[in-house]
């Protein structure tokens, strides 16, 4: 359970993991995980969820948004604290945090239909527990509390560029993939700046793992698939599932670049 040197940073912590009855399990105690995490290692639980049900879910949210009006830019969702939404930024917008991804905000999972809502539910419960045991939390899914955020990074030009979160109060922050390694995303990943080094998870973060790491550390999604040309009606790319607190998220801030790759 050690990361291990390579030549261009560190590697991720891996740990077998799988989910049961509701909630994501591992080789190693939520205490280890913990403290692992509080060291500013990045730990990545594998398989934690099968990969026919991310594959099934990523195809929900694929009919919600072909269901659903894109939410229009020039008006702050934020407006909107209960609404269940997306939105495609192409990166035309300026933003504090440049990006490009088309993202999934479900603010109240209780009001989607049950196709869609049934397995966010399941998937932001079992993520919920997850993030509460690590961190020592105790978090609901609410309006004052966690929401569930998709976001798809398209082949062709998605990215995040490097940024900051504050430690307290979510201490933690958890990435689910819903894309396969060499099939839905050849290049391009989450990429970390710890206290041992860069840590890269391009070649480890694959459909069903969650990556678990300290919330302060700085932290982007470097440009996927770069040689393709950009298409937002196909699936291809990265797609990361996170749990956020809206009082965090606002509170967040651009970070400088760093080597990792």
Request: glycine share 8%; proline share 5%.
């Amino acid at each position: 359970m050690q990361a291990t040197d390579q030549l261009d940073g560190i590697l991720p912590v891996c740990l077998k993991s799988s989910s049961r009855d509701g909630k994501v399990i591992s080789e190693a105690s939520y205490e280890e995980i913990a403290g692992l995490v509080s060291e500013g290692q990045i730990v990545i639980l594998k398989s934690a969820f099968e990969s026919g049900i991310m594959l099934e879910y990523r195809a929900a949210l694929r009919r919600w948004a072909q269901d659903n009006a894109t939410f229009p830019h020039g008006t702050s969702p934020s407006a909107f604290p209960d609404l269940n939404f997306h939105r495609i930024d192409d990166g035309v917008i300026k933003s504090v945090c440049p990006h490009v991804f088309h993202q999934f905000a479900f603010n109240t999972i209780e009001e989607l239909d049950e196709y869609i809502g049934k397995p966010s539910l399941e998937i932001a419960e079992s993520m919920r527990s997850l993030q509460n045991r690590i961190a020592g939390t105790d978090f609901p899914l609410s309006l004052t509390g966690l929401r569930l955020k998709i976001l798809h990074y398209p082949s062709g030009g998605g990215f995040l560029a490097e940024h900051s979160h504050p430690l307290e109060p979510q201490r933690i922050g958890l990435i689910l993939s819903l894309s396969r390694i060499g099939m839905d995303v050849r290049t391009g990943a989450t990429c970390f700046l710890t206290p041992s080094g860069p840590v890269d998870t391009t070649d480890s973060h694959d459909i069903g793992d969650i990556i678990i790491f300290r919330y302060d550390l700085p932290h982007r999604v470097t440009t996927i698939d770069e040689d393709t040309t950009l298409d937002w009606n196909s699936d291809a790319g990265k797609w990361s599932v996170v749990l956020e607190l809206r009082e965090t998220h606002a509170l967040s801030h651009r970070g400088q670049p760093h080597s990792a790759s």
